[in-house]
């Protein structure tokens, strides 16, 4: 696995933002408890999405983005990931 190929992560609202359009390819769990999302970079619009979300120019639906959230933490917490 190449890390330059990979946006790698701890935000929970980029993370969430980007999981509604990107798969999250791996979970990285430190002993110290915190996760780090791994994604892509090379998939369609995945640059720009980025770029629009700290630009903030993206724009989610407000009840998808909280359903998502609940599914990363539930991600983040869980033991076999």
């Known amino acids: 696995m190449n890390e330059k190929d990979y946006l790698r992560s701890s935000d929970l609202a980029l993370v969430v933002a980007l999981s509604l359009s990107f798969p999250i390819e791996f979970i990285d769990k430190s002993p110290s408890g915190k ?44 033991e076999n990931e």
């Open 35 to 78: 996760a780090y999302f791994l994604f892509r970079k090379d998939q369609n619009n995945f640059d720009e999405t980025l770029r629009r979300y700290w630009s903030r120019e993206l724009r989610v639906e407000p009840q998808a983005f909280f359903n998502q959230m609940k599914v990363i933490k539930a991600r983040i917490y869980s």
